[in-house]
């Protein structure tokens, strides 16, 4: 019975296709990665370079890896040449950024701060957005955005001809009123973050439910109804 019940789950097993990350470009690699690690986080990133002026733009290759201390990273492609783009450059003149969170509402804002326009060029101007001052770096923060978090730089790792991961350290951060309560828990339906997907796709977070974590206990009294979703 034990051999006959393996059977009918192998041949359950849909069809696997499996890479050799060694044996990939970087291109290929790149497409997998982004079509599977979804939805990722959208920042908006706002810094300054050594004489004051603003640069936003978008990193969906960022997260929060910690809170004690409060760490967030960003993945910071190089320009084709090998040159840093400018957040790279910036940060590592000033020591400073800070995270937009990008919302359904700030969408079309954060596509047009993702224009490779030249640097000097004003892209919070250029999309109607409004820079308010930072209040422990140098960096605004976008006052559309819905949350932002002011970060002082905490690590940069060189990982590559063609990346690096810089750690920043939240120092400060900003929320709209309505996001978040007096238990600092912050509301996801007015949060309205949006996600990326692979190529040019995006996902909204409209979509919520609750799925509580399970104790031992609770899985063994009654599995089907604890993870039920909410």
Not at 126 to 131: F, K, M, P, Q, V
Not at 133 to 158: D, K, N, Y
Not at 162 to 185: N, P, Q
């Amino acid at each position: 019975m034990t051999s006959m019940l393996a059977e009918d789950r192998a041949a359950a097993r849909p069809e696997i296709v499996t890479f050799d990350f060694a044996r990939l470009s970087p291109r290929e690699r790149y497409k997998l990665l982004i079509g599977a690690v979804v939805p990722r986080p959208i920042a908006l990133v706002t810094t300054v370079d050594a004489q004051g002026v603003v640069n936003a733009a978008p990193f969906s290759f960022f997260n929060c890896l910690s809170a004690d201390p409060a760490i967030l990273a960003l993945g910071v492609e190089y320009r084709p040449s090998g040159a840093q783009k400018d957040t790279g450059r910036n940060v590592r003149e000033t020591l400073s950024f800070t995270v937009n969170i990008v919302s359904d509402a700030l969408l079309e804002g954060m596509n047009v701060c993702a224009v490779p326009f030249e640097p000097g060029i004003d892209e919070l101007e250029r999309a109607g957005l409004t820079a308010l001052p930072g209040s422990t770096v140098p960096c605004p923060w976008i006052a559309e955005a819905p949350a932002a978090f002011e970060c002082r730089h905490h690590t940069t790792l060189g990982i590559g001809n063609s990346r690096e991961i810089i750690l920043g350290e939240v120092v400060y951060a900003h929320f709209r009123a309505d996001t978040v309560d007096e238990r600092l828990h912050v509301d996801p339906v007015a949060l309205d973050a949006v996600g990326r997907m692979g190529g040019h796709g995006y996902a909204s977070t409209r979509d919520y439910f609750d799925l509580p974590t399970l104790s031992v206990e609770t899985w063994e009294k009654d599995p089907a109804a604890a993870n039920r979703r909410r």
